[in-house]
């Protein structure tokens, strides 16, 4: 290693004992890894100095910066219209994409959501679309250009040359207890969505027992972390904090979630996918210089454009939009044991139950069910009646049903009637 | 993985966290890790948040406990006397072992004294003794026992029997910033003399430039951790915080070292080297319950006593006390460029001159030169005349000269008679 310009030891303990690392000393050691001169269990040190003595901003930055360096920068230039992305950190329920890219779109405004596939208790946009028959999610990037200035609207994989340094070093953290650094997650999500070359870039950061942002004040942190990062790289970017103490909608699950996202489309669906669909494509269009007032986003759910899209979305890579959703062989309900409210219910537990079902996967090279999930009844505030339906659970093997319902004990109560419920706002700050 | 009774990544959390490790947690992820279930990458994780939230005693006992039970124990309990050993944490011009081991064992207590080899700026034992023409350090555990018997001190290579964890977790810490933990330095060298099944053990911890541990009150954390673990363990356990911020005597450097021995064993030598054998020799004595005064210790080196111990010691590997000691092919020499005091000699800088001579290796597979290393001709206090020699560098590679002279620009420093120099007492503390 002698032609190397660091020493791997030397940086790992910068960061152990407090310094601030030297920008030539990002670049190196983060370019170093990508070509495995730095080996895996120098940069798991690393990773864990980092995330117990922190970073600052310019270094944050600078990391970023080094992880776009190691692949490919996609440009939108050529499009005659501007781009806008979203970003969420991943929730249960989260089907928010599926309506609000064809809905952004319709506002003349094109939507480049490059995305990944689930991992753990959150499902992935990927698996959720690939429950319409004939979908694909994989698109070259001619194509994607192509349907950019044709439809409006893409939500396809995110190709393997933006910033493969994140790639490597996300699947480290894994398995070395070091996923929750907040300027890791920040590096790993803004590098490429900087990479992938979006002019504008609305996060949807999680906050809550279903999200990996357990606290406010955490969320703020990461928020605050690429906002800065966004803006620093040019990218218009503004952050919503949300609530994930609760499900998004009334279902977790792929052709479950789809079935949710396509009555929103059609002007009905659950008020709080509705609510936080508009408020992310207000802020879109705006952070797109296309602002356009809630009532008037709200109105092209009611009146089809937005559906127009959709489907002209799902067409354009090889989706049957009138096709019949798959549906789980086997279903198990959860009833009601007394009348009264429904005063919590835990967005991690059905998560997890939703995941146990067959929705998502443990290891990325697992398959998923498209029919697996939970569907829930009732959302926390809602009036109950002893005996019905509270909760139902799809699987196509039925043996999963014993520890999908263990995560779930515990993770809803009814109370009665007349019994204070608390429950949280969905928006709960903007950082800009 | 199912069949594992624990998740390494669990494990990292509780500690990066700031939690205490379950003894269950330890006893599978040491264990794990040397049967290499548990990654490299994991357990490099883990050192650092070890490192930097460190453990508490419980956690370290059951730590090097752990490590133990990676190996084979031996055990002393067939000898007709004592066992007493002495480990140092590494110092420059450190040959205190060669009089040590022999002092000892003339006075009836026996001396199994199984070292390593040294790596960095500080020089091994191992590699001090192999400049003796016909010296084998490599013994079988029956050789070893019967050298006991007869001899009464043996210094040979440890066995790789004894907590194997050790090594391979050494190696990793080496290369990612993680050596510097205190309960893994203090775990790692307690479970080989654990393992090795001494009654007594003596530890000299250097505090100072030349030193592991730079300042007193981490040397004293380490001391402390150790005489808790020896004595939690059942070996009598006492610790010396002994100066490392000159170097020790007058010589660094293999064959240099075991002629300045040689000398305190025939009744002559430094006087620093002398009080510190004999200081080291008190307490081992003591600590194996067959106290000895120290004018009487002292004394078996005056009448020949220990010198008697040393050739049979030596003869019994092979060696021959009386051969010609290696002289390397060159050497140079640094003059006082004024008369009056050697206010400084820093030990880290005349530790890496003599590394770099070639006395010392980089890599554990790299060979020493016998002859190499640098002698001093003053200590700090000493009075000395312009033109006379300070320092004589000794190498058989000429090229090496520049770079040691280098390490040794600033290390030392000559001021006018009367100014007041400060020196530092020998023995710091006592820990028991």
């Known amino acids: 290693m002698g032609t190397e310009q660091f020493d791997a030891v030397d940086v790992i303990r910068t960061k152990r004992d407090g310094g601030v690392l030297a920008p030539e000393q990002i670049d190196w050691v983060v370019d170093a890894y990508t070509r495995g001169v730095v080996a895996e269990e120098q940069m798991s040190a690393l990773a864990m100095a980092i995330l117990l003595n922190g970073m600052t901003r310019a270094e944050v930055a600078r990391w970023t910066a080094a992880m776009i360096a190691t692949g490919e920068r996609m440009s939108f230039a050529a499009l005659s219209r501007p781009t806008a992305d979203k970003h969420s950190t991943g929730g249960v ?7 609000l890219a064809p809905l952004v779109a319709a506002f003349d405004v094109a939507v480049p959501q490059l995305s990944g596939r689930g991992l753990g208790h959150t499902g992935g946009t990927l698996d959720k679309l690939e429950s319409i028959p004939g979908w694909q999610a994989a698109l070259s990037n ?5 349907q950019l200035d044709s439809v409006g609207a893409v939500i396809c994989a995110a190709g393997s040359g933006l910033a493969p340094a994140d790639r490597k070093l996300y699947a480290l953290r894994d398995v070395t207890g070091t996923v929750e650094a907040i300027p890791l997650i920040a590096s790993s999500i803004m590098s490429k969505k900087i ?8 996060l949807d950061v999680k906050v809550g ?10 969320a703020r942190e990461l928020a605050r972390t690429m906002v800065d990062l966004g803006t620093d790289a040019g990218v218009r970017t503004v952050a919503l904090l949300t609530d994930m103490s609760v499900p998004l909608g009334l279902t977790a699950g792929n052709a479950l979630e789809v079935r949710e996202s396509v009555e929103v489309l059609a002007g009905g669906g659950p008020a709080d996918v509705v ?11 705006a952070a797109a210089d296309r602002p356009v007032g809630a009532d008037e986003v709200r109105a092209a759910l009611s009146d089809g454009r937005a559906m127009d899209a959709w489907r002209a979305m799902i067409a354009a890579q090889g989706g049957d939009a009138d096709a019949t959703l798959p549906v789980a062989k086997e279903t198990e309900t959860v009833v009601a044991p007394s009348s ?4 919590t219910l835990d967005a991690y ?21 498209a029919g697996a999930g939970v569907e829930w009844h009732a959302r926390p505030g809602d009036a109950v009646v002893a005996g019905q339906p509270l909760l139902t659970l799809h699987t196509d093997t039925p043996e999963r049903f014993d520890r999908a319902l263990a995560a779930l004990d515990g993770a809803w109560s009814v109370v009665p009637e007349g019994t204070p419920v608390e429950t949280s706002p969905l928006i709960l700050d903007r950082i800009a």
Do not use: C, H, N, Y
């Open 195 to 202: 990479a992938e070359g979006t002019g504008a870039l609305v």
């Open 340 to 343: 009264g409210v429904l005063a």
């Open 209 to 218: 027992s279903g999200a990996f942002m357990k606290t406010v004040a955490d």
């Open 275 to 285: 609510d936080l669909t508009v408020a992310l494509a207000v802020e879109m269009l």
């Open 93 to 99: 329920g989260d089907k928010i994409t599926l309506p």
């Open 349 to 369: 537990g059905v998560g997890v139950a939703a995941w146990r079902l067959g929705a998502g996967r443990a290891r990325k090279e697992d398959p998923v069910q």
């Open 142 to 146: 001619d194509a994607l250009m192509a």
